[in-house]
């Protein structure tokens, strides 16, 4: 999943399952039970993902029946889908500076618009963690930024696990 080089194309507004690889790739076809394989050689068993596109960090666990093979790709993608399709809580919203609650809402507009496959329960055009990425809301791969990550940690606050940083991409 290393940007830029990853040829994976994933809209994160949809679930893992959703995302598909080009044409040129010689995996073309494979479905999301391609992603369960370890997401470094080291088989990390907890990671961090941060982004400089969202306030939020996410600590990340392998599935408890899948321990050995540590974190996965899937695992990441995963997180990264369940964690952006919550609610938008108050406090996020009122931390928000006024251009980027009516970003979040012109977001919102677009993907309650653009989803013809809702849900009855998603229904509800709610302001979605996953309305702050805008337009970006193309996974772009994971990269390593110490500087980035070191700059995140709340002062006094413990080691993190190992820590990737979330890069996106506009839709095409």
């Keep these: 999943l290393a940007a830029p080089c990853v040829p994976l194309v994933y809209d994160l507004r949809y679930p893992p399952n959703s995302f598909r690889l080009p044409p040129s790739s010689p995996y073309e076809g494979r479905g999301s039970e391609f992603l369960r394989v370890p997401l470094?050689?080291?088989?990390?068993?907890?990671?961090?993902?941060?982004?400089?596109?969202?306030?939020?960090?996410?600590?990340?666990?392998?599935e408890p029946s899948a321990a050995e093979q540590g974190v996965t790709c899937l695992d990441v993608l995963t997180t990264l889908y369940i964690a952006l399709q919550r609610p938008l809580s108050d406090t996020e919203w009122g931390a928000a500076a006024e251009d980027k609650q009516a970003s979040l809402v012109?977001?919102?507009?677009?993907r309650f618009a653009s989803?013809?496959?809702?849900q009855p329960a998603r229904q509800e055009p709610s302001v979605l963690r996953v309305d702050w990425l805008g337009s970006r809301v193309m996974f772009g791969g994971l990269v390593k930024d110490e500087a980035f990550a070191r700059r995140r940690l709340i002062p006094g606050g413990r080691e993190p696990p190992e820590t990737w940083v979330v890069k996106f991409q506009s839709l095409s």
Excluded: H, K, Y
Aim: no cysteine; hydrophobic share 40%; glycine share 4%.
């Design 40 to 62: 470094t050689p080291e088989r990390r068993n907890q990671i961090r993902l941060i982004s400089q596109d969202f306030p939020w960090a996410f600590n990340i666990g392998p």
């Design 106 to 110: 012109r977001a919102r507009d677009v």
């Design 115 to 118: 989803d013809v496959d809702m």
